[in-house]
């Protein structure tokens, strides 16, 4: 059953002007605007899968066009395609719910879909400026880097820090682009589960067309994917440049989804020992503070294929007589 087709003038009008102030803020303020950038699509998400595709889409261009006059009253023209990427997820994700599969093609799909949106602007900005896609991403990451440290020096980081920052950019700015592969995927596949969790809180269990994810507490990486990480890690460990640099992509990429299996198996335990929310948020706080904390959950999620933390393979017992 598809999903949608109750459009509501009041509430077309409500999402094209939520969507609009949410890019809004994301670069007018890009401090709070990072956090509201990472569910920049659910607006469009909502009421796509809401009232349609038709209005969905219709939506996505209005906050689009209201973004035009005000980024060029603003000085802030060359922020439109970031709208384009973001925005985009917001018509992505519908559509692969709409095909009602489990969370893992859903994500993959929209991940596919989003990466693919990334790319042809890339291209096209290639085009436009006589760069190789290669080229062109260098110069986004030093400018970023460039951005990242003057944002630095405005919420008062100490100077010396700022200066160790600015003699090791070059450096960062290498590594990040000889790992961008794994760096980029990671991100995409992040931002676009990010949103599909969203949708599936507003949606399951109120929206018979949803489609049921089941306990995402109990979701796990099929075990074959640990000889993906022997293999990447084998290559880690060739005494080849771009072997060392494939394999390392590969494992950055890898672990991450075992974080994320990692999360789930916390998550079960948190509502297994009836953890209260202000303790879970807390727990949460500090994964962020410290990133370190995500090497940790990873592991946890990579060794559930041994250990077994939720005893979902435990054997079922006979009870016959």
Request: a neutral charge; aromatic letters at 16%.
């Amino acid at each position: 059953m598809d999903a949608g087709g109750n459009f509501n003038v009041k509430e077309f009008i409500l999402g094209a002007g939520i969507t609009t102030g949410f890019f809004l803020l994301v670069v007018l303020n890009p401090v709070v605007g990072f956090i509201f950038s990472l569910i920049a699509p659910l607006p469009i998400a909502y009421f796509y899968w809401k009232m349609g595709r038709i209005p969905g889409i219709a939506m996505f261009v209005l906050s689009f066009g209201l973004l035009v006059a005000a980024f060029r009253i603003g000085g802030f023209v060359e922020s439109l395609s970031f709208f384009l990427v973001l925005g985009s997820a917001g018509i992505i994700i519908p559509e692969a719910l709409r095909r009602r599969w489990g969370i893992e093609k859903t994500v993959a799909l929209s991940v596919a879909g989003l990466v693919a949106v990334i790319v042809a602007i890339l291209a096209l900005y290639g085009q436009l400026q006589e760069r190789g896609i290669l080229d062109f991403v260098r110069g986004y990451v030093v400018d970023s880097i460039k951005y990242s440290i003057a944002l630095y020096e405005e919420i008062g980081i100490p100077q010396d820090q700022i200066d160790a920052l600015r003699d090791g950019a070059p450096q960062v700015a290498e590594w990040i682009v000889e790992h961008g592969a794994a760096l980029f995927l990671t991100s995409a596949t992040f931002f676009i589960w990010l949103n599909v969790l969203g949708m599936r809180m507003f949606f399951q269990g109120r929206d018979p067309s949803f489609p049921d994810f089941g306990d995402l507490a109990c979701w796990k990486m099929p075990d074959w994917v640990v000889w993906l990480v022997i293999a990447a890690g084998v290559l880690m460990i060739v005494p080849e440049e771009i072997a060392q640099i494939i394999g390392l992509n590969a494992m950055i990429f890898l672990l991450f989804l075992y974080l994320l299996q990692g999360l789930s198996i916390v998550q079960f335990f948190f509502r297994k020992k009836n953890i209260p929310r202000y303790l879970r948020a807390l727990f949460y706080a500090l994964i962020v503070l410290y990133q370190y904390l995500l090497v940790f959950i990873s592991a946890v999620g990579l060794f559930d294929i041994w250990v077994d933390f939720r005893k979902m393979n435990s054997p079922v017992k006979d009870t016959a007589p």
